[in-house]
C-alpha cells in the first residue's frame, strides 16, 4: 500500500507530583491505551506516543524518586503490554519509556513494536539537554537521569512503512535527521515534552526542514498541558505529520488531549526524492571535519 494512516496521541497529566510512581504510570498507562484504541478505531496503522508518556515530564525536578518509574526493554510490563495491544489491533506502535539496563544505567528510550505485537528493536535518545526552564529551580534536567544513547540511529522495517525514531532534544541536530534518511527511513517520529518559551518557534521550523532535506515523513509530537506542583511552563501540543515538501499534513490543537490523524503516501517520498536529489549530490567526503572539531 502507498498511502498509511499515522496516528499521533497528545496527551495531559492529570496526576499531582507527590503521588507515588506508580499511581503516575497506572493512569498514564489507562489513559494511552483508551487513546490508542480510539486511534485505531479511526484507521491508523502506525500510532505514536508521546516522550517518557507514562508518567509527567519529571525531568523538571532532580529526584531519585523517577528512578522507580524506569523499566527494561523490551523484557519489562509496560512494553508487554503494549506488545499485546498492538498485536489486538494490528497497529505498529513508538512507545517512549524510561529504560534502566544493568545495574543503574538509565535511558530515554522509545521501544518499536510491530503490528503482530512484536518487538523490533529501541531507539536511545542521543542529545541530553541539561538547562533551565521557566521560574525557579525549574529546568530540563536530563542529565540526572539519562545515558546519552549508545545504539545508533536504527530504522525499523515494520508492517507498514520503514520508521526512524529521534526523540525530543534530538530535532536540533540534523545530523542524526540525515543518518535516519540514509538508513532508509520513511518516516521519523519525534516522541517530546516541550514547553511554550525560547524554542517554541522552532516547533514548526525545523522538523520540516528536516522533512525536506531528507525526503521522509515527520510525525512530531507534544504533551499538553501544565503540570503540578512544578508549573515549568505550558506543553502547547500542536502534535502534527509533516511531508517531505515540508506541507503539514495534520496538526493537533495547543491544549487537548486528542488524537491527531493524517496520511503519509510513500509514493510522494520517492517522487520527492527524485525531484531534489539531495542525497545523490551530497559530499560527505568534504565533511570530515565534523567528527573532528
Given at each position: 500500500m502507498s498511502v498509511i494512516r499515522i496516528g499521533l496521541i497528545q496527551a495531559s497529566h492529570d496526576i499531582e507530583g507527590e503521588a507515588p510512581v506508580e499511581v503516575h504510570k497506572e493512569a498514564a498507562i489507562q489513559k494511552h491505551i483508551r487513546l490508542v484504541r480510539e486511534a485505531a478505531a479511526r484507521g491508523a496503522q502506525i500510532i505514536g506516543l508521546q516522550e517518557v508518556f507514562y508518567g509527567p515530564y519529571f525531568c523538571t525536578e532532580q529526584t531519585p524518586k523517577w528512578y522507580a518509574s524506569a523499566e527494561r526493554v523490551p523484557e519489562g510490563p509496560t512494553t508487554r503490554r503494549f506488545q499485546e495491544l498492538a498485536k489486538e489491533l494490528a497497529v505498529v506502535l513508538i512507545l517512549p519509556v524510561y529504560e534502566v539496563d544493568g545495574i543503574a544505567s538509565y535511558y530515554n528510550t522509545a521501544a518499536v513494536i510491530d503490528a503482530d505485537g512484536t518487538y523490533l528493536g529501541k531507539y536511545r535518545k542521543h542529545h541530553i539537554p541539561h538547562v533551565e526552564a521557566g521560574e525557579g529551580t525549574n529546568g530540563f534536567w536530563e542529565k540526572y537521569y539519562f545515558k546519552p544513547g549508545n545504539l545508533g540511529y536504527p530504522v525499523f522495517d515494520t508492517a507498514y512503512a520503514k520508521v526512524g525514531v529521534y526523540i525530543c532534544y534530538d530535532r536540533h541536530f540534523p545530523e542524526g535527521a540525515r543518518l535516519l534518511g540514509l538508513a532508509g527511513a520513511e518516516i521519523v517520529f519525534n516522541p517530546s515534552a516541550t514547553v511554550a518559551g525560547t524554542s517554541e518557534y522552532l516547533w514548526?521550523?525545523?522538523?520540516?526542514?528536516?522533512?525536506?532535506?531528507?525526503?521522509?515523513?515527520?510525525?512530531?509530537?507534544?504533551?499538553?498541558?501544565?503540570?503540578?506542583?512544578?508549573?515549568m511552563g505550558e506543553f502547547y501540543g500542536q502534535s502534527y505529520l509533516v511531508d517531505p515538501r515540508g506541507r503539514m499534513v495534520a496538526v493537533g490543537s495547543r491544549d487537548q488531549d486528542e488524537v491527531v490523524i493524517g496520511e503519509m503516501d510513500t509514493e510522494m517520498i520517492r517522487e520527492v526524492r527524485n525531484v531534489w536529489q539531495f542525497y545523490r549530490d551530497r559530499r560527505p567526503e568534504t565533511y570530515e571535519q565534523l567528527v573532528s572539531l
Open positions: 514548526k521550523l525545523e522538523q520540516p526542514a528536516h522533512a525536506v532535506a531528507n525526503g521522509y515523513y515527520v510525525a512530531a509530537i507534544n504533551r499538553v498541558g501544565v503540570e503540578a506542583p512544578w508549573n
